[in-house]
C-alpha cells in the first residue's frame, strides 16, 4: 500500500492482488506489467516473480490501519476480478473496505461482467455502500459494452476510466454514470491521443452533466504532455467526492 500516489485522481494506492495478463488493446504497453517485470527474478524483491498472478493476504487489512481518511484506488498494479482470483479471496477484499469506511475506496477493471455477476451475488437486496467505487476501463468504441455492464451492477457510484485513450469512443449513453476520466498513453512507444477524441468525451460529459476529469496526455513519461485540455486543466469529481 502507498500513502500518496502519482495518480492525480486517488490518494493511496493498495494491491491486495498483482500481477494479470493481457485482454484488449488497452492492455498492450500496461505500465504495470513494464513495471513488475523489470523486478522479475530479483531475490526479495515485491515482483521477483514479475507480473504473475499473485495474492497478498499479508496487505488484506492494511487499510484498516490508516486512521486518516483517503481515496484508495484498489489493484493498481492488477484486476481484482481477473478469472485466477478466487471468489473467496475477492470476499476478502470487500470485507475490509466494507469495515474501512472511513476511506473511498476505487475499484477499477475491464472484466466488466464478472465484477457486475459478483456485485449482483454480494448486493442482491441492496447497492454497495456508498464509500466503494466501481469503474470499467473504456479505451476505444470497441470497448463500450463495459459501460453496460457497469449500468447494471447495484453500485452507489459508478465511473469511467478512459485511458490510455487509444480511440475514439464514439457516443455514450452515461446514464447512472456519475463520473468520467480520460488520459492518453505513456511509457515506451505509447500510443498518441487525438485532441478530438478527449474533446468528444469532454463535450458528451458536458451535454450529460457528468464530471469529467482529465488526467494526462501522456508520452515517453506521464507528465510529457501535461494535462491541459483547450487551455485549462479538467477536474471535476463525482458530488459525493465534494461532500
Not at 195 to 222: H, L, M, S, T, Y
Request: charged share 25%.
Amino acid at each position: 500500500m502507498a500513502d500518496g500516489s502519482a495518480i492525480e485522481w486517488t490518494d493511496a494506492t493498495w494491491n491486495p492482488v498483482t500481477g494479470c495478463t493481457k485482454i484488449t488493446a488497452g492492455c498492450d504497453n500496461c505500465y504495470a506489467s513494464r513495471f513488475s517485470e523489470r523486478f522479475r527474478g530479483v531475490p526479495g524483491h515485491p515482483f521477483e516473480s514479475g507480473f504473475d498472478l499473485t495474492l497478498r493476504s499479508e496487505r488484506l487489512e492494511q487499510p484498516l490501519a490508516w486512521r486518516r481518511s483517503r481515496m484508495i484506488f484498489v489493484n493498481s498494479m492488477s484486476d481484482l476480478f481477473h478469472k485466477q482470483v478466487p471468489t473467496a479471496f475477492v470476499d476478502q477484499v470487500f470485507d475490509t473496505m466494507e469495515r474501512a469506511d472511513w476511506h473511498v475506496f476505487q475499484v477499477l477493471t475491464k472484466r466488466s461482467s464478472l465484477m457486475r455477476d459478483y456485485l449482483l451475488r454480494r448486493y442482491a437486496e441492496h447497492s454497495a455502500p456508498a464509500h466503494i467505487w466501481f469503474g470499467v476501463s473504456v479505451e476505444e468504441a470497441a470497448a463500450r459494452s463495459r459501460i453496460d455492464h457497469l449500468r447494471q451492477a447495484p453500485a452507489a457510484v459508478r465511473f469511467l476510466s478512459l485511458e490510455p485513450l487509444i480511440g475514439a469512443v464514439g457516443e455514450m449513453d452515461l446514464g447512472g454514470i456519475h463520473w468520467v476520466i480520460a488520459g492518453g498513453e505513456s511509457g515506451p512507444g505509447a500510443r498518441p491521443m487525438h485532441i478530438d477524441w478527449a474533446r468528444e468525451v469532454r463535450n458528451e460529459c458536458a451535454r450529460q452533466a457528468v464530471p469529467f476529469f482529465f488526467k494526462q496526455w501522456g508520452g515517453p513519461r506521464p507528465k510529457s504532455g501535461g494535462r491541459e485540455l483547450d487551455g485549462r486543466e479538467w477536474n471535476e469529481m463525482p458530488v459525493s467526492a465534494a461532500a
